[in-house]
């Protein structure tokens, strides 16, 4: 209760400024922008905007919106409890130990993240959260204590590395229960959750009638058929990893009813001796991969593109240019360690002009 009536607050003061906008247009039967925020989802920013006919149908479609990206938020959580709720927490909290009962939508991401892991060839791991955690935990104390920052021991990266077989998470579909065989095996979706819960969402705002808008949950933007239903595209920006840098944004893309997908090393990272350690783990390393500051993906899924984000950081340049090629209207835009740019073939066709 505390979560919804946070967000009907923060729509009916983004009302206050909508208002404003329309009553300037009175007689012009247009659409007219609305923009919520709130900060309680998957732990970032989540921006919904829309253009509609008043502020009733906004409120209701954003309301829509919250409720379910809530619920996913909930059910993909790896390190809260919820009442009465079985989620990926509680998955691992039982790990060697029994299978846990949990709902459809858990079962849906699991065997989602499988197939981005035999695609990609193990560049993506839900099951890595043994590795995971540890780095989380260094980051974390590195943050809150900078003077005392340190890296893990290689030693206990890879005994935690021994516990990643994704072929150890048994999903029973018919029972709808998700067990992990290995004792020490946890799980962490960060790399595909966002990016999967709002394709979801997406959808069924759609089914309800949301005709034009944009979702953005962290670096996942998802766009919704036109800007204010004419056919003109929505304008997303690509976000500099060197904020200070030039200008915030690199570029701005002309986006259609597709997703926008960004991993960086900007967004959760800890400094030791000097150097930046972020969250962008390499499966084969251990370590955070080194070759990019960022990876963009541009495709009509907004999971698939979160998996792929992912997984083509993990990838050297050649590998993952002939990995994006190979995937139909898929496209990706790297910015390199040493600054310089990189482009799938068709990339540049959404740069705004």
């Not at 994704?166 to 960060?190: F, Q, R």
């Amino acid at each position: 209760m505390k979560r919804r009536k946070h967000a009907a607050l923060l729509i009916s003061a983004v009302f206050m400024a909508g208002l404003f906008f329309s009553l300037s247009g009175c007689g012009d039967a247009r659409p007219v922008r609305y923009e919520a925020t709130f900060l309680r989802l998957f732990d970032t920013r989540t921006t919904i905007i829309a253009y509609t006919n008043d502020k009733d149908e906004f409120a209701r479609h954003s309301q829509l919106i919250y409720d379910s990206l809530e619920e996913y938020h909930k059910l993909y959580d790896i390190y809260n409890s919820y009442e009465g709720l079985n989620n990926l927490k509680t998955v691992n909290d039982y790990a060697g130990k029994a299978p846990v009962k949990v709902d459809r939508r858990i079962i849906d991401l699991l065997s989602y993240a499988r197939q981005w892991h035999e695609k990609t060839g193990g560049k993506i791991n839900v099951a890595y959260g043994a590795v995971l955690r540890i780095w989380h935990d260094y980051r974390e104390r590195g943050m809150e204590e900078p003077e005392t920052a340190g890296l893990p021991p290689v030693e206990e990266l890879e005994r935690a590395s021994e516990h990643t077989d994704i072929n150890k998470v048994i999903i029973d579909e018919e029972a709808s229960t998700v067990y992990l065989a290995d004792p020490e095996m946890s799980l962490d979706v960060g790399a595909i959750a966002k990016g999967y819960a709002v394709e979801q969402v997406s959808r069924i705002a759609v089914e309800n009638g949301f005709i034009s808008g944009l979702i953005s949950v962290g670096g996942n933007v998802r766009a919704i058929g036109s800007r204010s239903n004419t056919g003109k595209p929505w304008n997303i920006g690509i976000q500099n990893p060197d904020p200070g840098e030039g200008s915030s944004e690199l570029y701005i893309l002309d986006i259609t009813d597709a997703s926008v997908v960004t991993s960086g090393i900007y967004e959760r990272y800890y400094t030791v001796d000097g150097k930046n350690y972020h969250h962008i783990i390499d499966p084969d390393t251990l370590y955070p991969s080194e070759d990019y500051k960022s990876v963009s993906i541009v495709c009509k899924d907004s999971g698939m593109a979160d998996a792929l984000s992912t997984a083509v950081f993990n990838m050297s340049l050649e590998e993952g240019m002939e990995f994006i090629e190979s995937m139909p209207e898929t496209e990706a835009f790297w910015v390199l360690s040493n600054g310089e740019y990189r482009y799938s073939s068709r990339f540049r066709d959404f740069i705004k002009r």
